[in-house]
């Protein structure tokens, strides 16, 4: 399987006549994109090894919970084809590549024309709500309590079961935390304003962005963990949720109501008023990452700083 990693790359194999030769040697080519990664296409059989050139194998990924994905190098890959084992490409013949230039095609990009641009959509794509700021008190109930490292294909399942509604986040923020709590996403529709606790490593591996943007979707107005994944990090902060660190998850159970005091980057503070205690919570948020939030996200603070 052969995966052109753009469609340029896909247009230089076939200006300089690798693509026949791909295609002639038995090589299935894949259009452009991350599907195999993620299971549109090429899924793994029970209990089958693969060896991939993508960057995630945890369980699950690439679409068959049953299946095995080692992660190698274009190398081993292209070695391993040739043998059909597992196999050292030092060992086989050596060839030198001629050195050439990438090529550049911008031809499908339309440059806007005016300040306003009308966008015509299917009815299976969906517009953004807009971002709007954040109020001084966020007052919001607990809908789900989660163990550690929860990656972002725990948050939202990867594959053909919502690869069709990435452009309809209502339809596909449905499908949020499907395997791990099936009645979560009915807990979070019966609230306009809602929080997430998890323990450490919340929001580990794919950067994807619509593990984020379907909790914006769900109204998820603050998330509580011991630590958070980086990349998923910045995706909570620029669709407006607050990224909060909390040690003792004793102090919070599901259905909680919480009190976030969210007016000044130095007295961030939380109430569990179901409790009547107040959270031990801290946070690592930047004087820019606290302005963003309050603005509701990263688009409305890019149009405000414009203006």
Not at 178 to 195: G, M, Q, T, V
């Amino acid at each position: 399987m052969v995966v052109p990693g753009s469609r340029q790359v896909l247009q230089k194999l076939q200006k300089d006549g690798s693509l026949e030769i791909l295609i002639k040697a038995g090589c299935r080519i894949q259009e452009p994109g991350c599907g195999p990664c993620i299971g549109m296409g090429f899924v793994p059989g029970d209990g089958h090894l693969s060896l991939r050139t993508v960057n995630r194998n945890w369980e699950g990924r690439g679409g068959n919970k049953l299946g095995k994905i080692a992660l190698c190098s274009t190398e081993i890959a292209v070695a391993s084809a040739l043998t059909g084992v597992i196999s050292d490409p030092r060992n086989l013949k050596k060839i030198k590549l001629k050195p050439d230039t990438l090529l550049i095609d911008d031809s499908l990009i339309i440059r806007p024309k005016g300040k306003k641009q009308n966008i015509i959509r299917g009815n299976n794509i969906v517009a953004l709500k807009p971002q709007t700021p954040l109020p001084k008190t966020i007052e919001a109930k607990v809908i789900i309590k989660l163990d550690k490292n929860i990656s972002t294909d725990d948050i939202l399942p990867a594959g053909p079961l919502t690869q069709h509604l990435r452009s309809n986040l209502p339809a596909i923020s449905k499908f949020t935390f499907f395997y791990k709590d099936p009645e979560f996403i009915n807990r979070a529709l019966k609230s306009n304003s809602n929080i997430i606790v998890a323990d450490e490593n919340y929001g580990q591996g794919s950067s994807r962005e619509h593990a984020a943007l379907v909790l914006k979707e769900l109204n998820i107005k603050a998330v509580f963990s011991k630590s958070f994944a980086r990349i998923h990090r910045a995706n909570l902060i620029n669709n407006g949720i607050v990224p909060l660190l909390i040690n003792d998850l004793k102090q919070i159970d599901l259905e909680d109501n919480i009190s976030i005091e969210f007016n000044d980057i130095n007295k961030i503070s939380a109430k569990n008023t179901t409790k009547n205690i107040k959270l031990n919570i801290t946070h690592d948020l930047t004087k820019r990452e606290f302005d963003i939030i309050k603005n509701g996200g990263i688009l409305a603070y890019t149009r405000i700083s414009d203006i």
